[in-house]
């Protein structure tokens, strides 16, 4: 069955570094891990998206291990901007684009 | 802001009602895509549209039925809905359909529907 699992939350205080898994055993061979943020009352944000091994850009990481079963999304110095829920998103094979069950990320002052 | 935008953001309807929700692109994308997000649950994705064509159905009742004129709107008609149809409907859209590398999806803000 594909499914993608992740913690459902997690606390943090500002300035630490957060990181957040998200399994997926049957990922499609040839596709890609994105994850994405939203905030309340609105629709999810495109954070990182990557293939395999580490991804970073300007606001996160994205390391993937070489058997690709899951992800690991790293948010250095994080602050309360930061409060949010996190998605994974993953295509299963046969267009079964599935969104991870989400992590609600809670910054504390 | 997205480019993506959805009408109305809130909407209140009987179970005898018919209504439709709006989206609208303005990035020149390819494909647009309807989800369903219920309370405490994840994203659920409804249709895909590429290039005006549906490519996906995931089981959706036939209640919910889509309509994509050009590549920049997508509407979603409904029609005598149940009170369990009651969540926040996502617009969105990317270059190409997923699948392709930095198939990045923007989403609108969402319409909130409920139920009565």
């Known amino acids: 069955l594909a499914k993608t699992t992740q913690p459902i939350s997690m606390d943090s205080y500002e300035g630490q570094e957060v990181n957040i898994t998200c399994s997926h055993n049957n990922i499609a061979t040839n596709d890609y891990i994105t994850w994405y943020q939203q905030f309340p009352s609105q629709g999810p944000r495109f954070i990182i998206q990557?293939?395999?091994t580490k991804v970073t850009n300007e606001v996160a990481s994205l390391f993937i291990p070489a058997d690709r079963k899951s992800s690991t999304l790293s948010l250095p110095r994080v602050s309360l901007s930061d409060t949010a829920v996190y998605y994974c998103?993953?295509?299963?094979?046969?267009?079964?684009?599935?969104f991870g069950t989400g992590t609600r990320l809670t910054i504390i002052p | 802001e997205t480019g993506v935008t959805q009408t109305p953001r809130h909407l209140v309807m009987g179970m005898t009602n018919k209504k439709s929700l709006k989206c609208e692109q303005h990035l020149g994308h390819n494909a647009m895509y309807w989800y369903k997000q219920s309370a405490k649950k994840p994203l659920e994705l409804m249709f895909v549209?590429?290039?005006?064509?549906?490519?996906e159905n995931n089981s959706v009742p036939s209640r919910f039925s889509p309509e994509c004129p050009n590549s920049s709107h997508l509407f979603l008609h409904l029609h005598t809905l149940q009170p369990e149809d009651s969540a926040l409907y996502l617009c969105?859209?990317?270059?190409?359909?997923?699948?392709?590398?930095?198939?990045?999806?923007?989403f609108g803000p969402g319409t909130r529907l409920t139920v009565l």
């Open positions: 969105a859209s990317s270059q190409d359909k997923w699948g392709n590398s930095h198939n990045e999806q923007f």
């Open positions: 549209y590429n290039f005006k064509e549906q490519t």
């Open positions: 990557g293939y395999k």
């Open positions: 998103l993953v295509n299963f094979g046969n267009e079964k684009l599935t």
